[in-house]
């Protein structure tokens, strides 16, 4: 900053004294004596505040702390006093009244209602962000000038800003169905009620009101008819239907019944298309219950929490470990104007959800030798969907923490996705009265609230085909959330870099319910009913439960406690809006929320009855579990976005990586397969070593920074003081007066050598907070206040001449936190895996048969499982590799 070659002076006129004042010297020597002390005070004054907004006070966590955003008393609001105040913020009432808003009617993706709440969000995003209003509905079509810039411009944003995206997908709605039993002469012995039927009575108004408002169907399911025998698949699993065929069963020409349970849907209608099936029919078993049934003594919804007889489960039923998205556009966006496919993930037969209700009569006609008529006319259309997306620009704008959560329903979906939305519009809130105190994060945050998942992750895979590069380049971390609460007890997913993270920042939230115990604790939490009939005690669930169900339960209960070296946290499959960043860019994800065990109220998933009711009865009656999940996605959310060194455990993965191995090594051990695993193991082992020196360095370069940045703060507050002692002594010159040369401590700025002033405050002046008597008034000092401003916001921490030695330390943790993003994406084949090229990442998918549950080292592990072949196997091995080998290298920094 120039000194100015005339500094301004006070404005002309005299200054009144208060009325008591004893006697005076002569009136120039006194007014010159006022005039300095006011002057000089002031000065004082704002420099003191305003160094005091420029200073990381007793340390540098913060590295943008400099910049002029103040919460109270002058200081910066970061680091903790930022955490603190945001996870005082969700509310429980503000989440009921959201979830009541949204799950009020059926929002099915592609809906009025859908855009309405797609505005709405808008809405909460331009009234928290403080968003200036717009002449005009920000409502862009994807591909348009409009929708490209809105997010190519995120990297040059200053000031948060929101807007809809539009894109145009396949999906279809249901026309006509039906379901019938005919006898061996042709006629209709029984026709089943499709639709969920609600008792009526008002016990569940919302239920009751729109039980066929949307009716029982498949998400993208083949429209057509079949007619064929009956054969139950159990729950349709690959090793299901190999049983099947091994004991001489021809599903050719046939319907299949199986439950749900054990993987994706639409892999149940695979596994029956690829071995000749004519249509598939998909119900809701009461054994998949566990201790919450009839038979154990619990009355069935609305009159109880058992499940109703009448619920069936609606989703799509594309082949999602094939590809997830629009059927037609596979690898890039849904444009109006797109080439379009045929699309080879979804099914060639259709097939129909149906109740427990209908399935029981089904079941007993299997082997009878009448026959299963099925229709299911669909209408297949392109159908616009809206992505609504906000942004909070950050200090380092081309650095972007994406969090997301799909808002489209099934029908009312109290629990899924609105529980999630409810919590994401907590955290909205919250980051918006955050940066109403002040508060601007290090890294530009993304909010993102995703459309037609339901369908098949639509909303967020055509944005990520959209913008692939963009992501790639900018995007650090995804944090996901689906359903916030559907029962007791928490899980949480992650990459294994967001593990730690995920655990850590959960043992700070306190427990939802239980006193003394955190948020992570729930994760051993269980339903409360074990058996109606067993009042006062857990039971024997061996007794409760059926044996197969209890028997899968406690194996994913294992694997899970065993999870990420014992942390928990597992490895996140599909079914959910991460899937496109993880598994086909790159990016370090994450997903949670409280899920449903063996003892909690029956989640009726997919269903009219997962509804307003059903979760304030039962599921969250106190909305605590929403308020605990938005404070945990909220405190992940400002550690990745305001931490220096982003907190990214490339180690932690790296062991996780060989873990893996030992996977792949024991089921070689099983199988008659000759693979060798010792070039792969070597390439892993280097690639500890590589990440252990990028500990060290991220510890170092985070320590050197906030080192620069002291001593750039330290010699800026004297370059500082310096000025303003030579301002002030023009000041006291033109006043005829004599100033004092630097050297004696305090002397240039000593107020109580000239009289009338003394020390903290002036003859007559008021000071700041003091209250204005009779007699006191404030002076005009002119316009030098404002020419202080001026001179201190050149100083500001965006003035060009900052020191090598901080550009040096912060190009060195970019350096770094670019190494750390890198982790994730270098576990990125562009051949992709193998028969399912779209995903392309080859440390976990989708299991190629589960479509929710991971496989780790998925071409490997397939290689042996699937096609038991070592040649396949070693070239696998050979992929992951080389590619290891080369993040190993780009770790070097």
């Known amino acids: 900053m120039d000194e100015p070659k005339q500094p301004y002076p006070p404005e002309k006129g005299a200054l009144p004294v208060p009325s008591t004042s004893p006697a005076q010297p002569k009136p120039h020597v006194l007014l010159r004596r006022i005039g300095t002390c006011v002057l000089l005070a002031l000065t004082l004054v704002a420099f003191h505040k305003s160094w005091d907004r420029a200073t990381v006070h007793n340390d540098v966590e913060h590295p943008w702390a400099l910049d002029d955003h103040t919460h109270g008393h002058g200081k910066p609001l970061y680091g903790k006093a930022a955490e603190d105040l945001f996870l005082s913020i969700p509310d429980a009432a503000s989440a009921r009244a959201t979830s ?13 209602q859908d855009l309405i709440t797609a505005k709405a969000v808008l809405s909460h995003l331009t009234s928290s962000l403080s968003i200036p209003a717009s002449p005009s509905l920000p409502l862009y079509a994807a591909g348009s000038p409009a929708s490209r810039n809105a997010t190519l411009s995120i990297p040059h944003l200053t000031h948060p800003t929101a807007w809809i995206d539009e894109y145009y997908p396949v999906m279809n709605t249901p026309l006509d169905r039906s379901l019938e039993i005919i006898s061996e002469d042709g006629e209709v012995v029984w026709k089943a009620e499709l639709e969920e039927v609600v008792p009526g009575g008002g016990e569940d108004a919302d239920a009751e009101k729109y039980a066929e408002a949307v009716p029982a169907f498949h998400g993208l399911s083949r429209g057509g008819e079949a007619e064929g025998r009956l054969v139950y698949a159990h729950y349709g699993r690959k090793e299901d239907y190999d049983e099947l065929e091994a004991k001489g069963v021809d599903l050719n020409g046939s319907i299949v019944i199986t439950r749900y349970g054990g993987i994706f849907r639409g892999l149940k209608v695979k596994g029956a298309q690829d071995r000749g099936a004519a249509a598939v029919l998909i119900y809701s078993d009461p054994r998949d219950d566990g201790t919450v049934t009839v038979k154990n003594g619990y009355k069935p919804y609305p009159f109880g929490p058992a499940r109703s007889p009448h619920s069936l489960q609606r989703g799509s039923v594309q082949f999602l470990s094939l590809y997830p998205g629009d059927p037609t556009t596979p690898g890039y966006p849904a444009y109006p ?3 379009r496919t045929s699309g080879s993930n979804i099914p060639d037969i259709p097939s129909i959800p149906i109740s427990w209700a209908n399935a029981e009569v089904l079941l007993k006609e299997e082997g009878t030798g009448k026959k299963i008529r099925l229709v299911n006319h669909v209408d297949d259309k392109v159908t616009p969907i809206w992505n609504t997306m906000g942004v909070i620009p950050g200090h380092i704008r081309d650095e972007v923490v994406v969090v997301g959560n799909h808002r489209d329903a099934q029908v009312l979906g109290a629990t899924d996705p609105t529980s999630g939305t409810a919590s ?3 955290v909205i809130q919250a980051l918006g009265i955050l940066s109403q105190k002040g508060w601007k994060p290090l890294r530009t945050i993304l909010i993102a609230s995703w459309d037609a998942e339901e369908y098949g992750l639509i909303g967020s895979t055509e944005w990520g085909e959209d913008f692939p590069e963009f992501i790639d380049k900018h995007v650090v971390a995804y944090l996901n959330l689906d359903s916030s609460v559907s029962g007791s007890r928490f899980h949480a997913s992650a990459s294994p870099s967001l593990a730690h993270l995920s655990r850590s920042t959960a043992e700070l939230i306190p427990h939802p319910t239980v006193p003394g115990k955190t948020l992570w604790d729930a994760s051993n939490d269980r339903g409360p009913l074990f058996g109606a009939l067993n009042e006062g005690g857990e039971g024997n669930l061996t007794d409760l439960v059926d044996a197969e169900v209890l028997k899968m339960y406690e194996e994913e209960e294992r694997e899970r406690k065993l999870a990420a070296g014992g942390l928990g946290v597992t490895p996140l499959g599909s079914g959910s809006d991460y899937t496109v960043f993880l598994q086909r860019i790159g990016v370090a994800s994450g997903n949670e929320g409280f899920t449903s065990t063996l003892s909690d109220p029956v989640y009726h998933y997919h269903s009219v009855f997962d509804s307003q009711r059903w979760q304030e009865t039962y599921a969250d009656p106190g909305f605590v579990k929403h308020v605990a999940i938005a404070k945990h996605l909220g405190l992940q959310l400002l550690r990745i976005s305001d931490s220096i060194i982003l ?8 062991y996780e990586l060989e873990a893996y191995l030992d996977k792949v090594a024991d089921l070689i051990t099983t199988s008659s397969l000759d693979v060798n695993l010792s070039p792969l193991r070597k390439s892993i082992h280097s690639l500890q070593k590589s990440s252990v020196k990028l500990d060290h360095a991220k510890s170092k370069a985070e320590a050197d920074l906030k080192k620069a940045l002291k001593k750039w703060r330290k010699k800026k507050g004297k370059k500082l003081r310096k000025k303003l002692r030579k301002i002030i002594c023009r000041i006291k010159k033109r006043l005829g007066m004599k100033c004092h040369k630097k050297g004696k401590k305090g002397d240039a700025l000593d107020l109580e050598k000239e009289g009338h002033c003394e020390k903290g405050r002036l003859e007559g002046v008021p000071m700041v907070g003091e209250k204005v008597f009779p007699g006191m008034v404030k002076p005009r000092i002119g316009r030098y206040p404002a020419w202080l401003k001026e001179q201190q916001a050149k ?26 993003v890198s982790f994730e994406r270098g576990l990125i084949s562009k051949e992709g895996i193998k028969d399912r090229e779209w995903y392309k990442h080859l440390g976990v998918a989708p299991g190629k048969w589960l479509g929710y549950g991971a496989t780790t080292l998925p071409g490997l592990t397939e290689a042996i499982t699937f096609e038991r072949n070592g040649t396949l196997a070693e ?8 590619l290891i080998w080369k993040l190993a290298k780009r770790l070097d920094v």
């Not at 500001?796 to 900052?802: D, E, G």
Request: glycine share 2%; charged share 20%; aromatic share 4%.
């Open 795 to 820: 100083s500001a921490p965006h003035h060009p001449h900052i020191p090598p030695p901080v550009r040096h330390a912060f190009a060195r943790v970019q350096k770094i936190n670019a190494a750390l």
């Open 875 to 882: 070239a696998e091995a050979k992929r992951l590799e080389d």
């Open 647 to 654: 907190p990214l455990n490339t180690t932690h993965y790296t």
């Open 100 to 112: 009541r808003l949204f799950a009020s009617k059926p929002h099915l993706a592609g809906s009025s």
């Open 424 to 426: 994401l519009h907590e």
């Open 337 to 339: 104007n797109a080439t």
